[in-house]
C-alpha cells in the first residue's frame, strides 16, 4: 500500500469529497476516519463520514465520534449557511446506509489505536475544527513520533471568510488550533482557504464528474446548496472543494508548492479571534526585530499547478 492516513473530519460537502478521494484511491490505506462537530452537528458529521465511506464500499474503515464542541468556548454557529441543514445539502439520506457500526470508543482513543499499532509513521488529515487532534497530542504524547505529517485544511494569508479575519476550521475553534499548530510537537502542513479558493471547479467539472458512474452522481448530486453559496462568493457557477485540496496533498506530497512560515493563531474575542497571523516578512527582517522569539514555523501550502490539482482529484473520484 501506500500513504497511511486518518482522516479528521466535520462533513460537509467538501469533506464528503474528500473522504470519498482517500477512500477511492489505491495508494492509500485508510486506517480510519474520526468526526468532530463543525460544519453541522456532532450526530450529523458522523452520519455523513459513515454514508460517504458506504458510498465507497468501505466498510473496512472504522469510524469513531470524537468532540461535540470547541476545548474552552462554546461554538457560536454550524456552516449550515454554506452545506445545508444536514451538512450534505439535504441529501444525506440520498446515500447509503453505513455498512459498519460505530465504533465503542470515541475519536481520540480509535486515533492513538491506530497510531500505536502502525509499522510506520502516518499522515493525519484534519479537515474540520481541531479540536480531536489537540486532544490527542495533549493526552498522548507517546504517539507524536507515529505521525509522519499533520496536513491541515484551515486558516487564511489573507482574510478570512468566517469573519472578515477568520477562515471556519480555526475560528470555531481558536484554542485548539493555537494547540497544534504552535505546539511544535509534530510536522503540520497548512494548507488555507487563500489556495482552495483558487483551485474551485466549475459545473462543467461537476458534470464530468457526474458523467462517470454511480459515485460520481451521488457526489455532484450533494452540492446545490454548496453550489448556492459559492455562486455569491466566487461570483460565477463554481464550488470550492477546501478539504479535497488538503487531501490531494495528504495523498500525494508535494502536489502543493509550499513554503514556511511563523504563524501565530489569535485567540482574543476581539474582531480577529480565529485569525491565522502569518509572518510573511522576510526572515531577516524577523531576526532584526525586537521581542519576543518566533513563534512555531510551519509549512503552508501556497501554490499548486491548478489544472493539475483539478485533474488529479477528478481523475481519482471518477475511477
Same mark, same amino acid.
Given at each position: 500500500?501506500?500513504?497511511?492516513?486518518?482522516?479528521?473530519?466535520?462533513?460537509?460537502?467538501?469533506?464528503?469529497?474528500?473522504?470519498?478521494?482517500?477512500?477511492?484511491?489505491?495508494?492509500?490505506?485508510?486506517?480510519?476516519?474520526?468526526?468532530?462537530?463543525?460544519?453541522?452537528?456532532?450526530?450529523?458529521?458522523?452520519?455523513?463520514?459513515?454514508?460517504?465511506?458506504?458510498?465507497?464500499?468501505?466498510?473496512?474503515?472504522?469510524?469513531?465520534?470524537?468532540?461535540?464542541?470547541?476545548?474552552?468556548?462554546?461554538?457560536?454557529?454550524?456552516?449550515?449557511?454554506?452545506?445545508?441543514?444536514?451538512?450534505?445539502?439535504?441529501?444525506?439520506?440520498?446515500?447509503?446506509?453505513?455498512?459498519?457500526?460505530?465504533?465503542?470508543?470515541?475519536?481520540?482513543?480509535?486515533?492513538?489505536?491506530?497510531?500505536?499499532?502502525?509499522?510506520?509513521?502516518?499522515?493525519?488529515?484534519?479537515?474540520?475544527?481541531?479540536?480531536?487532534?489537540?486532544? +490527542?497530542? *495533549?493526552?498522548?504524547? &507517546?504517539?507524536? $513520533?507515529?505521525? =509522519?505529517? #499533520? !496536513?491541515?485544511?484551515?486558516?487564511? %494569508?489573507?482574510?478570512?471568510?468566517?469573519?472578515?479575519?477568520?477562515?471556519?476550521?480555526?475560528?470555531?475553534?481558536?484554542?485548539?488550533?493555537?494547540?497544534?499548530?504552535?505546539?511544535?510537537?509534530?510536522?503540520?502542513?497548512?494548507?488555507?482557504?487563500?489556495?482552495?479558493?483558487?483551485?474551485?471547479?466549475?459545473?462543467?467539472?461537476?458534470?464530468?464528474?457526474?458523467?462517470?458512474?454511480?459515485?460520481?452522481?451521488?457526489?455532484?448530486?450533494?452540492?446545490?446548496?454548496?453550489?448556492?453559496?459559492?455562486?455569491?462568493?466566487?461570483?460565477?457557477?463554481?464550488?470550492?472543494?477546501?478539504?479535497?485540496?488538503?487531501?490531494?496533498?495528504?495523498?500525494?506530497?508535494?502536489?502543493?508548492?509550499?513554503?514556511?512560515?511563523?504563524?501565530?493563531?489569535?485567540?482574543?474575542?476581539?474582531?480577529?479571534?480565529?485569525?491565522?497571523?502569518?509572518?510573511?516578512?522576510?526572515?531577516? +527582517?524577523? *531576526?532584526?526585530?525586537? &521581542?519576543?522569539? $518566533?513563534?512555531? =514555523?510551519? #509549512? !503552508?501550502?501556497?501554490?499548486?499547478? %491548478?489544472?493539475?490539482?483539478?485533474?488529479?482529484?477528478?481523475?481519482?473520484?471518477?475511477?
Amino acid at each position: 500500500m501506500g500513504t497511511k492516513l486518518i482522516i479528521d473530519t466535520d462533513p460537509g460537502v467538501d469533506d464528503a469529497f474528500a473522504i470519498a478521494l482517500a477512500a477511492l484511491s489505491d495508494d492509500v490505506e485508510l486506517l480510519g476516519v474520526t468526526t468532530v462537530f463543525g460544519n453541522v452537528p456532532l450526530s450529523a458529521t458522523t452520519r455523513n463520514a459513515r454514508r460517504v465511506l458506504a458510498l465507497c464500499k468501505r466498510a473496512d474503515v472504522p469510524v469513531a465520534a470524537g468532540a461535540p464542541r470547541p476545548l474552552v468556548h462554546p461554538h457560536p454557529h454550524a456552516a449550515r449557511y454554506a452545506h445545508g441543514a444536514d451538512g450534505l445539502s439535504g441529501r444525506s439520506a440520498a446515500l447509503p446506509e453505513p455498512g459498519r457500526e460505530l465504533e465503542p470508543v470515541d475519536a481520540v482513543s480509535l486515533l492513538a489505536t491506530l497510531l500505536e499499532a502502525a509499522d510506520e509513521p502516518v499522515t493525519v488529515a484534519p479537515i474540520g475544527p481541531l479540536t480531536n487532534i489537540a486532544a +490527542l497530542l *495533549a493526552a498522548h504524547p &507517546g504517539v507524536h $513520533d507515529k505521525i =509522519a505529517r #499533520v !496536513v491541515i485544511m484551515g486558516g487564511a %494569508l489573507g482574510h478570512g471568510n468566517t469573519t472578515a479575519a477568520a477562515e471556519f476550521n480555526v475560528w470555531s475553534d481558536p484554542e485548539a488550533a493555537r494547540r497544534v499548530l504552535g505546539g511544535g510537537e509534530v510536522p503540520c502542513v497548512l494548507v488555507p482557504m487563500d489556495l482552495t479558493y483558487r483551485c474551485a471547479v466549475d459545473t462543467g467539472w461537476l458534470g464530468t464528474l457526474a458523467a462517470s458512474g454511480p459515485v460520481g452522481a451521488a457526489l455532484d448530486a450533494l452540492t446545490p446548496d454548496y453550489l448556492d453559496h459559492y455562486r455569491k462568493a466566487l461570483g460565477w457557477d463554481g464550488v470550492v472543494l477546501h478539504d479535497a485540496v488538503a487531501l490531494a496533498e495528504a495523498i500525494r506530497p508535494g502536489i502543493l508548492r509550499t513554503e514556511t512560515f511563523p504563524i501565530e493563531v489569535e485567540c482574543s474575542f476581539g474582531p480577529s479571534r480565529g485569525a491565522t497571523v502569518v509572518d510573511q516578512r522576510r526572515p531577516e +527582517l524577523r *531576526a532584526d526585530t525586537e &521581542g519576543s522569539p $518566533d513563534p512555531t =514555523a510551519v #509549512v !503552508v501550502a501556497v501554490d499548486t499547478d %491548478l489544472d493539475d490539482l483539478r485533474a488529479f482529484v477528478l481523475g481519482r473520484l471518477a475511477g
